[in-house]
């Protein structure tokens, strides 16, 4: 019997690789919804290719046109079409491959219905962590993480309950060996240009200034239930090992493997089997030679530092930091704003405000709103004095 699949995010990077990875293992899967947001391009491809049965847009105006040229398929849109999607009855899994918090109303609408979720959204768990958790046990729902190290973590893991600490690694991103300086200069095409991985550019910018690895921190908190001071970060520029686990022992198992996000989207959705799929290529320790392991720079890199803080803290800070950061990587990416400016203009945001304690969803998503606006009006001044 087949396992049916809804996908949020079809056509970004980790949407597009699901589907790469469901093409070879035809007999396993049935994708019954997708959603995507401007691509749309790309998903009149996917729908003539997939034929689901719904569609959801993030604009209204597309359904027009899409709804005239597929007239066999629903077509929804907005966030109430991204939670119709994700509550279908149909679906037995839902893979949330979108990024911001757009994920988030969705994955908990979707936990409700007993959807058992393949997470790839960092800001569900960042923003709502204590919440969704709660939820998932409440309904026996399993989050099985797509992310290739918290992928790692959970195979390390394997319901083993005596860890010690988890090990995250971080290739360093392009600006693991720059001085000062050369971040100071660093344009839009260096920090774009990641040595490692392949992934839409929000993620890839916070890969480069660290703040990718720190909102990791936070959701392996909520998703293992560990004490941040058990949780420590690893640069490794290989990228081979994907993260580690230490256990009471002593002992320390890894996850190694070729730098893929295809094995851990399968492993997520095929959970708990494995089995043959896409990727071909093995590992070879041989041809690997040496695996190197660093430190990492938390003056070159503060929002890493800033990350840890947040989390300890708890509250809404974490939800203040995500979205500071959301919107100063948007400014830079429309080349409004300097590299180091995504940390200035994150920080001040950060440092002026006053957190909610054991905040509602409704608080949550208010305060999301209230903390992108200051940020936005940041940004212009820092435009204005460039």
């Not at 027009?64 to 966030?79: A, S, T, V």
């Not at 936990?111 to 923003?127: C, D, F, S």
Request: aromatic share 8%; proline share 4%.
């Amino acid at each position: 019997m087949r396992k049916k699949i809804a996908i949020l995010g079809s056509t970004g990077s980790i949407g597009t690789q699901s589907l790469e990875v469901i093409d070879k293992l035809p007999d396993k899967f049935e994708i019954i919804a997708f959603s995507a947001g401007n691509n749309i391009q790309l998903l009149k491809k996917q729908m003539k290719k997939y034929s689901p049965k719904y569609v959801s847009v993030k604009n209204e105006t597309d359904t027009i046109e899409l709804q005239k040229e597929f007239p066999k398929i629903k077509i929804l849109y907005g966030d109430e079409g991204l939670i119709e999607l994700a509550t279908l009855d149909e679906v037995d899994t839902l893979l949330v491959a979108v990024s911001g918090k757009i994920g988030l109303n969705p994955t908990i609408e979707a936990i409700k219905k007993k959807k058992n979720i393949a997470l790839a959204n960092k800001e569900t768990l960042v923003m709502a962590g204590d919440i969704v958790m709660k939820l998932a046990r409440e309904n026996n729902v399993k989050i099985l993480p797509v992310d290739s190290e918290h992928s790692a973590i959970f195979q390390c893991i394997n319901g083993n309950k005596s860890v010690k600490n988890l090990i995250i690694t971080a290739s360093g991103g392009p600006f693991r060996t720059s001085t000062q300086n050369e971040l100071a200069n660093a344009n839009l095409d260096k920090t774009l240009a990641h040595p490692r991985w392949n992934m839409g550019k929000k993620i890839t910018v916070d890969s480069a200034t660290l703040m990718n690895k720190g909102l990791e921190v936070i959701e392996a908190h909520h998703l293992f239930n560990i004490d941040y001071e058990n949780i420590k970060i690893v640069i490794h520029p290989q990228s081979y090992v994907h993260s580690a686990v230490e256990f009471i022992d002593g002992s320390i198992i890894a996850q190694i493997g070729i730098p893929s996000m295809h094995i851990p989207i399968q492993y997520a959705l095929t959970y708990p089997n494995r089995i043959e799929g896409i990727e071909t290529e093995s590992f070879d320790f041989i041809k690997a030679g040496k695996l190197e392991f660093y430190e990492p720079d938390y003056e070159k890199f503060p929002s890493l530092s800033l990350a840890f803080k947040a989390g300890k803290l708890g509250g809404t800070y974490p939800i203040c930091m995500n979205a500071a950061n959301e919107e100063a990587v948007f400014a830079f990416l429309e080349n409004k704003i300097k590299y180091l400016d995504i940390y200035k203009i994150t920080r001040s945001v950060f440092d002026d405000y006053k957190s909610i304690s054991n905040p509602t969803l409704n608080q949550i998503l208010i305060e999301d709103e209230k903390v992108r606006e200051l940020t936005k009006k940041l940004i212009k001044k820092y435009e204005e004095n460039q």
